[in-house]
């Protein structure tokens, strides 16, 4: 079965870090991305991030310079460190995968074929 397991979310005060952890399993796939969506109460799910099983990544303005993406290939685990946590980064994050290459214009327009159940995160000013 098909599954996608996130963790690591939690409640952390303005300016603090936390780090999410996506572990997925039962594929195998040579070329596919994965990324980190997010939602807030009463907003629009956006993109966060993505990496590419090449190793290419882009971000949400939102978020470039604070977050970073990473992928174990060998632990088929995608990483988002998120320092200099704010309160609007305060969200479900859900993490998914896109069996094809992402490109940047991803982010606006996300496209995914499997999502997990998410993880919250919650930043207090």
């Known amino acids: 079965q098909v599954q996608l397991v996130e963790s690591g979310g939690g409640s952390v005060q303005s300016g603090g870090s936390l780090r999410l952890s996506c572990a997925a399993s039962?594929?195998?796939?040579?070329?596919?991305?994965m990324g980190w969506l997010r939602q807030a109460p009463g907003k629009e799910r956006e993109g966060v991030a993505y990496i590419n099983s090449d190793g290419s990544a882009s971000y949400a303005d939102s978020v470039k310079g604070r977050f970073t993406i990473s992928h174990d290939s060998a632990k088929n685990t995608a990483y988002l460190q998120m320092n200099s946590l704010k309160p609007e980064d305060t969200a479900m994050y859900y993490c998914?995968?896109?069996?094809?290459?992402?490109?940047?214009?991803?982010?606006?327009?996300?496209?995914?074929?499997?999502r997990g159940q998410g993880t919250q995160v919650t930043v207090s000013s």
């Open positions: 998914v995968v896109n069996v094809a290459y992402c490109s940047p214009s991803w982010i606006l327009g996300y496209v995914y074929n499997l």
């Open positions: 039962g594929y195998t796939y040579n070329r596919y991305c």
